[in-house]
């Protein structure tokens, strides 16, 4: 099993499909990163004109109130934040539907079984996906770090996050720990929307309909939770798509954001597990 | 082999697939939002009150001091992307299927990619006539009146912008114009260029590309931006500073002429036999 898992992970840490994810994660990080580049230069001769000398963040000046996740206006963090399921799904999502398309998969499944082989695909699929989403959003972290001032983030700055948020306090104490932390919770979130292309088998002819599964998937509960949320008023944010962002739309808390993981893992191991192991015989 | 066999077989089974009965339900969410929107405000409004909030989009984002707030339309990525979507795989499922037998018995690539071209502009056609319809449907089961005038009130209540204009009774041409004809021309565009963009890079990126274009409609309010003409709160018809209609259905035409011609230049010079599914 550990050697099968080995395997699958060797695939899909070598396949173009892969580097080409991370390749674009990067590229719309860096879009964040030149827009906040023009910010910093900006407030920093208004500083100097001002001569602050305050050990907290005037304004928007700081890494944590300008890194991608937190960010709240930037069109690289808008559209990070809408393609990411994609980003995750790119890297090795496809990879059962062409190796069951190609003849390979019945191979591994004649030496270790079916149930085996999905749980090692599903592993591989999941942290390459994770990585897939998790990668570029610690880039834009580190290169956002060689211009952006460490400045501990205040409540009055125009930051959205506060009581409620996921683990607001840490956030106004840690920002590095937080900063961290939050990448890692994208890994497991672009891990559990990559395991969502396992919902679908073999069903769909082309492997672009297969990688585009989580991100519609997604879209579509997006804007169920739009509609219920426009009747209920919750200020809660219950849509995967959004959670994504330590600054969604309204609050996140750990147990919304981890709900949210569970959700999708399930989902996507579970139906994945009943599609490929007891459904598509081989 | 002439050229509108090509084009029958296209129509026949590009616009007959199950996934277009997806696009009520896709429909059914905005109608529901604004139907609650209708209700809070005690008013019932009219099919084109939904047709606007549909295709509302977003107001632009303004850089300054006080204004940084930014909602993205979620709701209108929802209905935008998913007709890109519908229409992101026919023409490479056809290329990698019988297409390949009908190029050479039809011996025009271009003849066949123009006939898929003709195709695109007809299933967005009839995405938006299935929207259409769908709406309607919302709309009688929620007593609205099925008229192509919109209510004022509504209007104002549901875009709450500051910037619209004091009239904003519009007549059943300009409702039409900028709630319908627009939309479907600025898909149509998206469309064409994203399947040109197939020919030229994997499908899963030129989807990439068209999401990109799309977030960009909600960041710039110019026309030269395709998404743009797709927002109904962007048109100069409802607010000062807004998209004109015509100059937005000008460089829409323009991105389909040249995505078409780009399309038949690219197809004769690829090894359509190298192509993945």
Redesign the interface.
């Known amino acids: 099993m550990r050697n099968m898992v080995k395997v699958e992970l060797w695939k899909a840490f070598h396949n173009p499909m892969f580097y080409?994810a991370l390749i674009?994660g990067c590229l719309i990080a860096a879009i964040n990163i030149m827009e906040n580049y023009v910010t910093v230069e900006t407030l920093s001769e208004i500083i100097l004109a001002e001569n602050y000398t305050g050990y907290r963040s005037p304004w928007g000046f700081s890494l944590f109130l300008l890194w991608m996740p937190v960010n709240?206006?930037s069109?690289g963090k808008?559209?990070f934040y809408?393609?990411w399921p994609?980003l995750a799904a790119?890297p090795f999502g496809w990879s059962y539907r062409q190796e069951r398309?190609s003849g390979l998969y019945i191979q591994t499944v004649s030496q270790i079984g079916r149930r085996r082989c999905f749980v090692a695909k599903y592993a591989a699929i999941f942290v390459s996906g994770g990585l897939a989403v998790s990668i570029p959003v610690l880039f834009n972290l580190l290169a956002n770090a060689m211009f952006c001032p460490y400045v501990v983030p205040d409540i009055l700055n125009?930051v959205q996050i506060s009581d409620g948020y996921f683990l607001s306090e840490l956030y106004f104490t840690v920002p590095w720990a937080y900063a961290l932390i939050w990448c890692g919770v994208e890994f497991l979130l672009g891990g559990a929307a990559a395991g969502l292309c396992c919902i679908v088998g073999t069903k769909l002819?082309?492997?672009?309909?297969t990688?585009?599964t989580p991100f519609?998937i997604l879209?579509?509960l997006?804007?169920?939770y739009?509609?219920i949320r426009?009747?209920t008023y919750w200020n809660l944010e219950l849509?995967p798509l959004q959670l994504a962002a330590a600054v969604p739309?309204y609050a996140n808390p750990e147990w919304v954001v981890l709900s949210a993981f569970v959700i999708l893992s399930i989902a996507g191991f579970g139906i994945g597990y009943w599609q490929v192991v007891k459904h598509e015989l081989v | 082999m002439s050229w509108f066999k090509l084009l029958r077989y296209d129509l026949r089974y590009g616009l007959l697939r199950w996934r277009y009965l997806l696009t009520p339900l896709l429909f059914l969410l905005p109608c529901t939002v604004c139907h609650g929107v209708l209700e809070s405000i005690g008013f019932c409004g009219t099919w084109m009150d939904y047709m606007m909030y549909c295709f509302m989009g977003v107001k632009p984002v303004i850089y300054d001091a006080n204004g940084l707030e930014l909602t993205l339309p979620s709701l209108w990525f929802l209905i935008v992307g998913g007709c890109l979507l519908f229409n992101l795989d026919y023409m490479l499922h056809d290329l990698t299927q019988a297409g390949q037998q009908i190029i050479i018995r039809s011996k025009s690539r271009c003849g066949w990619y123009l006939a898929k071209c003709f195709w695109n502009l007809c299933s967005c056609i009839q995405y938006i006539l299935l929207a259409g319809v769908s709406v309607m449907f919302s709309c009688l089961a929620s007593g609205a009146q099925p008229s192509l005038l919109n209510t004022p009130e509504i209007t104002q209540a549901s875009f709450s912008y500051e910037k619209l204009m004091d009239t904003i009774k519009l007549t059943a041409g300009q409702g039409l114009l900028i709630a319908v004809v627009v939309p479907l021309i600025s898909l149509m565009a998206i469309s064409m260029l994203q399947m040109m963009l197939c020919l030229l890079i994997k499908p899963v990126l030129s989807f990439l590309v068209s999401m990109a274009l799309l977030m960009s409609a909600v960041y710039c309010n110019s026309p030269l931006v395709l998404g743009t003409g797709a927002m109904v709160i962007r048109s100069n018809i409802l607010v000062a500073d807004g998209v004109s209609p015509v100059l937005a259905t000008l460089v829409a035409v323009s991105v389909i002429l040249i995505s078409a011609g780009a399309g038949c230049l690219f197809l004769n010079n690829i090894d359509i036999l190298g192509l993945e599914e």
């Open positions: 080409s674009i709240e206006i069109y808008s559209l809408l393609v994609i790119m398309k125009l002819r082309f492997q672009v309909m990688i585009l519609s879209m579509v997006d804007g169920i739009t509609a426009n009747q849509s739309r």
